[in-house]
Structures are given as C-alpha cells and as structure tokens.
C-alpha cells in the first residue's frame, strides 16, 4: 500500500469516527482505538498525571506511551515518568528526545526558551513528535476543552494533517471535576508538581504556577503571546 493510499485511509477513518464518536465515553473511544489499530497507536503523557494511561491500559495493558524528554523537565515530572513505569509494568515508554542534547543546543543558539520559545518547542517537541508519530496510525492525547480557550472545540476523534496520523482525545469533554473524581476513585498518579499549584506542567523554564482565577494553561510561558507549544495547534 502506498503512503497516500494509506494516508486517505486513516483520514477516512478519521472523518466517519469523528461523528461516530462525537459523544462517545472515554472508554469507548478508547475501544474503538484498540479494535481499529490493534497495537499500532500511541498514548501520549507529558507525565503530569497518569489518567490517560489509566485508562488506556484497560483495553491495551502493553501500550506505548509517548513522552516528549526535551531535557528541560522538572525533575518531578522525571520522577513521575519512573514512578508509572513501575506501576505499569507492561507498558512501554517511548521517550522522544531533540536530536540536540540540551548544551549542544545552548552552545550553538543560546537559551532559546527565553529568545526563540517557538523555536525551541520546534526542535525539542514538534521534531521529535513526527519523527515518532510516523512510526504509527494513532496517537492518542489527554487534550480536554477546559484546560484553555484554544482547545474549547476539541473533538474525540479527528485527523491530524499536520502529523499525518489519526487523533484520539479520549477526555476532550472532562470537566475539571470528572477528571478529579477519576484520579481519586482510581489512585492515579499524580505529578507532585500539581499539589503545589502547576495547573498545566511542561518544561521547568517555561512554567509557573496560573494566577487565581485563570486556565491552567496561563502558567505555561507567562508574560508571551505563545500558548501552544505546537503539537496540538
């Protein structure tokens, strides 16, 4: 099969299940990921919690789970990458990394996060994003329509042009409280980051705790117009 072939196919698929879906639960969307993929699909954590491995690993207990290591975390979201590899024995963490190590990159262009933010979110997500996503017909991310006013229309299930895959978010429709509520009920792990008020983590020098009152994702490079790393928008 060629790539356009396929890549026709998988929007297709994209398309009918955008509407076939539009009201699905996470659990079903989730169903239908595993029954359409099989194992080609990927769950994508930035390791601020583990709810979207929670609940992947109930239809796929040996999921692959993305984690964008841009050399930037904290170390908590480190720890907490480790901490659901032990709780999650059978999955597997697919760590994406620049192909700059972090003083390869400062010697060459200086602290770009400060002078260039777009472009260090270019070389340390977005590149390694596609170059793992072309690995795969899915990916599968923990977006919700709460967490800002950019993402206020996130489908479940929609096609990913710009990465060429199809695109699940399982909890697009989760309110603040659902999503608590689930982390309580299940014992999910949790970011320690987040019990002291970083609503939406992401890289260390980029993120700060939101100011009362705003989204969650207000903290992520405060005092710029940027509000998007660039891997959903």
Same mark, same amino acid.
């Given at each position: 099969?060629?790539?356009?072939?396929?890549?026709?196919?998988?929007?297709?698929?994209?398309?009918?299940?955008? /509407?076939?879906?539009?009201? $699905?639960?996470?659990?079903?969307?989730?169903?239908?990921?595993?029954? &359409?993929?099989?194992?080609?699909?990927?769950?994508?954590?930035?390791?601020?919690?583990?709810?979207?491995?929670?609940?992947? &690993? =109930?239809?796929?207990?040996?999921?692959? +789970?993305?984690?964008?290591?841009?050399?930037?975390?904290?170390?908590? &979201?480190?720890?907490?990458?480790?901490?659901?590899?032990?709780?999650?024995?059978?999955?597997?963490?697919?760590? $994406?990394?620049?192909?700059?190590? /972090?003083?390869?990159?400062?010697?060459?262009?200086?602290?770009?996060?400060?002078?260039?933010?777009?472009?260090?979110?270019? #070389?340390?997500?977005?590149?390694?994003?596609?170059?793992?996503? $072309?690995?795969?017909?899915?990916?599968?991310?923990?977006?919700?329509? /709460?967490?800002?006013? &950019?993402?206020?229309?996130?489908?479940? /299930?929609?096609?990913?042009?710009?990465?060429? #895959? +199809?695109?699940?978010?399982?909890?697009?429709?989760?309110?603040?409280?659902?999503?608590?509520?689930?982390?309580?009920?299940?014992?999910?792990?949790?970011?320690?980051?987040?019990?002291?008020?970083?609503?939406?983590?992401?890289?260390?020098?980029?993120?700060? =705790?939101?100011?009362?009152?705003?989204?969650?994702?207000?903290?992520?490079?405060?005092?710029?117009? =940027?509000?998007?790393?660039? #891997?959903?928008?």
């Amino acid at each position: 099969m060629t790539t356009t072939t396929r890549t026709d196919e998988l929007r297709a698929i994209a398309e009918a299940a955008s /509407v076939e879906l539009a009201e $699905a639960t996470a659990e079903e969307a989730l169903a239908w990921t595993a029954r &359409t993929f099989g194992e080609n699909w990927i769950v994508a954590s930035n390791m601020q919690d583990a709810v979207l491995i929670d609940l992947a &690993t =109930k239809v796929r207990p040996d999921v692959d +789970v993305l984690f964008l290591e841009t050399g930037y975390h904290f170390a908590e &979201t480190i720890g907490t990458r480790d901490a659901v590899a032990t709780v999650y024995p059978e999955i597997t963490i697919v760590n $994406a990394e620049a192909e700059q190590s /972090v003083a390869d990159q400062e010697a060459e262009f200086g602290k770009l996060y400060q002078t260039e933010p777009d472009r260090c979110c270019f #070389l340390r997500k977005v590149v390694p994003l596609r170059r793992t996503l $072309a690995n795969y017909d899915c990916w599968v991310t923990g977006v919700r329509r /709460v967490d800002a006013p &950019t993402r206020a229309n996130t489908p479940i /299930v929609q096609w990913d042009e710009r990465n060429g #895959l +199809v695109k699940v978010n399982p909890i697009a429709p989760w309110s603040d409280e659902e999503f608590r509520r689930y982390i309580d009920e299940h014992g999910v792990l949790e970011n320690p980051l987040v019990s002291e008020g970083y609503l939406s983590i992401g890289c260390a020098p980029c993120t700060s =705790k939101p100011l009362p009152g705003q989204d969650p994702r207000s903290g992520r490079w405060a005092g710029k117009t =940027k509000t998007e790393c660039g #891997l959903h928008g």
